[in-house]
């Protein structure tokens, strides 16, 4: 059972790597192989030299002859001792490397600019360990080995400790449930690995070479053959180890699924919008046509009728619509924006603003968690990305019949500006949720709502770097995640 | 998701019930944790008396727990996963130093050999080894018979090019042609010699050494573990007496039960029937009483040289006590 719970892992990770082929993954799968040279030579060891019964065997290797193929291996103490001190010190480090990659809050993110130290301690111990130096060291010196000993276990426990503190931290640091989600599956791997590790992390590699000198015999105490656990204490950890790991490795194969699902999607909606693009050019020239048309005739009207409000009104909205149109126009026709450092307190407020133009009695409930946000954008075509989504919340709340404000969050998030916009409505229905964001779809039964918010806030959100996605939240409405690149962070464009 | 994570769950929960509830009922018997080594010598007497129901007539459950060597036993002895144990001759002179305590005496060995491959450059001249390539097992009798073996010639191991292994590897190194030369024990020994065929010879034994040592074997425990179960440590040398009594009787028999226990063919195991000379208990009473049993221990102490101080009594690490009254 250890033997196969380990294999699965070391083979899941190989091919969650071919897979996504990113760092993450390879630092996963370096982690799962030292745990695995680990387990390997320790169960090779064991199966060597015996004292397990058999419901412990039955455990370990599952059949008489798995055990019997690694008591044959041809292998000297020294190599078999070697291999596992290479397992047992490059596991801890590795896991804290793997933590640390995926921690994005402030002290994390200063230690990956010295990750490098991280290498010092594992490197001089596993130095020490190769059995020709430890013997050469210890020869004689048994102050020495006990120091050894302990260091190495330090060493070991410290970065354990580290590396699962290292993912707590971050998961407290994390307050979008979305990212949380995603976290959770990638620290339970963690998790899995540490809880494998910590069967046999206890145990001094060095017996293995160094059994038969009666100095380090009686010293250290046993070892690798004594099972730590009870019978039914190893099923516990095993079995938990499998399911911390399948819930793991399940939820980031199912997670890449969604992934290439969203890809298949977005090269969906890439085809139709070239395919309305020539459509949606043809219908702003032709809008903009009959609207400049309609200045004409409005400012022709309004010297007939200089002192009548309704005309002066009705030419700023004319303008107004003239404007938009082109900030469409733009968006749809290029995949460049020109970004600037801006402060993203004045778009919200202007999306804002743009909400009120049309529903002047719109109310919003702004959490702002964190002042002085800066971000690169194009300011007027951000605020009308963000101003669409306000008034489709705005909308879905009034239809339901629900007289509160819109709820809009903003703040820092890992790697990320995240705005959340929530609303009380009824909620995307599901079947609609790979339609929302086509150039002139509309779930709204209204002739006012022309299907082209959603496509452009995408878009615009796209062409700031950032992406869309959309949940239900905990009053069974929308919610929708607006994630922007933050300002200085080390932005590679994966995920975070 | 949430299903799958219900699923594995009750999965989980399930398979940690069935491990857990996967030891045995209490059976009214005091278990012993006995440790065995995968042959017939450590067996024979051991399985005879668990088969013949001589342990349970003394209230004895036995949990038998496979090792490769005494030395290990010893250790694992020493952390208190192992009750009793079954020692060969290498081992003992952990127990001269004090680390454990000669209960039961089992017999004197041959099992332990030097074998060389005649292919490799390897002749029944020992000085033939200089240089060549030999797997031993360290702290074990085949080891001192390799020692001896060098000795004999004026070598020693730092003349030849030492591989430090376990029997089971060495099996596989030397039938694959991985080493020139090995020492090893019985019946590993057989395999190597079943394996290589006529290459194969044996270029030194424990009969080789006669004359310096006695290949003896033993049951062992803790000094403080035979102290808290004197009644128990009574109780099973009886039973182990009435399995040495019933294999003398029936060899075949016993055979085919170590044969099962080790899960390896019957001929295996009946070809090593003459790895000793089996005493039954009786022979044993009589050999402890005119003073053979505590001389082959002198003897052997003797051979283990400056390894252990050759002042120590054997009465003080071998219990004859127990033994006697075992008998009675």
């Keep these: 059972m250890l033997l196969a719970l380990v294999s699965l892992m070391l083979l899941t990770s190989i091919v969650l790597l071919a897979i996504r082929r990113d760092r993450r993954c390879l630092l996963i799968a370096l982690t799962c192989a030292s745990l695995a040279l680990f387990i390997f030579s320790i169960l090779t060891y064991i199966a060597k030299k015996g004292g397990i019964g058999r419901e412990i065997s039955a455990i370990l290797y599952g059949t008489r002859s798995v055990r019997d193929w690694f008591q044959y291996l041809i292998m000297t103490f020294e190599e ?45 111990v596993s130095v020490c360990y190769i059995p020709a130096v430890f013997k050469g060291l210890i020869d004689g010196r048994e102050m020495l080995l006990r120091l050894l000993v302990i260091l ?3 060493y070991v426990y410290s970065y354990l400790a580290a590396a699962l503190a290292m993912a707590a931290a971050e998961y407290r640091s994390i307050t979008l449930p979305f990212f949380r989600r995603r976290f959770i599956p990638r620290s339970m791997i963690l998790l899995s690995l540490a809880m494998v590790y910590a069967l046999y992390a206890a145990q001094d590699p060095a017996q293995i070479y160094m059994f038969y000198r009666s100095d380090y015999m009686f010293l250290l105490g046993l070892w690798y053959l004594t099972p730590g656990l009870s019978q039914p204490m190893y099923a516990i950890v095993l079995v938990g180890s499998i399911v911390f790991s399948v819930l793991g490795f399940v939820y980031l194969l199912r997670y890449m699924s969604i992934n290439f699902d969203s890809r298949k999607e977005e090269i969906t909606l890439k085809r139709n919008a070239s395919t309305a693009s020539r459509g949606i050019s043809m219908f702003i020239h032709g809008t903009k046509n009959e609207l400049l048309s309609m200045d004409i005739l409005l400012r022709r009207i309004a010297r007939r009728y200089p002192d009548d409000a309704d005309i002066a009104k009705l030419m700023e909205i004319n303008s107004s619509l003239g404007e938009r149109l082109q900030s469409l126009h733009r968006s749809s026709k290029s995949d460049c924006s020109l970004l600037t450092l801006t402060a993203l307190d004045p778009v919200i407020e202007k999306a804002i603003r743009q909400v009120r133009s049309r529903y002047p009695e719109a109310g919003f409930e702004i959490i702002r968690k964190d002042a002085g946000i800066a971000i690169l954008a194009d300011g007027s075509i951000l605020s009308e990305a963000i101003g669409n989504l306000l008034m489709n919340a705005y909308e879905a709340q009034r239809e339901n019949g ?6 809009l969050e903003y703040g820092l998030e890992r790697l990320w500006v995240s705005i959340r916009i929530s609303d009380r409505g009824k909620g995307i229905d599901p079947r609609h949720l790979r339609q ?9 039964n209204s002739s006012q709502n022309w299907g082209m918010g959603m496509y452009f806030s995408k878009n615009a959100i796209k062409g700031h770097l950032g992406s869309i996605r959309y949940e239900r939240n905990e009053w069974g409405g929308s919610c929708f995640i607006i994630l922007l690149p933050k300002l200085g962070s080390p932005y590679t464009g994966g995920e975070a | 998701m949430k299903k799958l994570i219900a699923l594995i769950l009750i999965a989980a929960i399930a398979l940690a019930g069935a491990f857990a509830s996967g030891s045995k009922e209490d059976s009214g018997l005091e278990k012993v944790r006995v440790a065995y080594m995968t042959n017939y010598a450590s067996l024979c007497s051991l399985v005879a008396g668990m088969e013949t129901g001589a342990f349970a007539e003394q209230g004895i459950e036995v949990e038998l727990v496979e090792f490769a060597d005494g030395p290990t036993i010893i250790a694992a002895m020493e952390s208190g996963s192992i009750d009793i144990g079954y020692i060969g001759h290498g081992a003992h002179k952990l127990c001269i130093n004090g ?81 020139d030369a090995c020492a090893n024990w019985s019946p590993a020994t057989f ?40 009644d128990l440590l009574v109780r099973f040398t009886k039973a182990l007496y009435k399995g040495m009594d019933f294999r003398a009787e029936n060899i075949e028999q016993t055979a085919e039960w170590v044969a099962a226990v080790l899960g390896t063919s019957y001929d295996t195991v009946y070809a090593q ?14 050999q402890i009483n005119d003073g053979t049993i505590e001389s082959l221990y002198e003897v052997q102490k003797q051979s283990f040289g400056s390894e252990v101080d050759p002042a120590t009594p054997v009465s003080d690490y071998v219990m004859f006590d127990i033994m006697l009254e075992a008998a009675q």
């Design chain 1, 436 to 444: 929302i964001y086509q150039p002139f779809y509309s779930s709204k």
């Design chain 1, 80 to 124: 078999l001792g070697a291999l596992t001190a290479a397992g047992r010190y490059s596991f801890p480090l590795l896991l804290l490397v793997t933590a640390l990659d995926m921690a994005y809050f402030d002290f994390a993110l200063r230690i990956k600019k010295h990750i490098w130290m991280l290498f010092i301690l594992p490197l001089l």
């Design chain 2, 191 to 230: 395999t190597i010699l079943d394996a290589m065929g006529d290459d194969a010879f044996i270029l030194a034994d424990n009969v080789t050494f006669s004359d310096r040592s006695a290949s003896v074997a033993s049951w062992i425990v803790m000094e403080e573990w035979a102290a808290e179960n004197h």
């Design chain 1, 152 to 154: 190495s276990s330090c």
């Design chain 1, 402 to 407: 629900q007289d509160v404000p819109v709820r």
């Design chain 2, 273 to 286: 029937r003459g790895d000793a000379e089996w005493l039954t208990s009786t022979e044993l009473i009589e």
């Design chain 2, 99 to 179: 680390n454990a305590e000669i209960f039961a005496f089992s017999h004197v060995g041959n099992g332990d050999a030097v074998i060389g491959l005649r292919s490799h450059g390897v002749t029944e001249d020992p000085a033939s080894l200089k240089g060549k390539s030999v797997g031993y097992a360290s702290g074990t009798s085949s080891e001192l018979i390799l020692r001896w073996a060098l000795e004999g010639v004026g070598l020693t191991m730092d003349d030849i090019t030492a591989y430090e292994m376990d029997a089971a590897a060495i099996t596989s190194a030397m039938t694959s042609g991985a080493l």
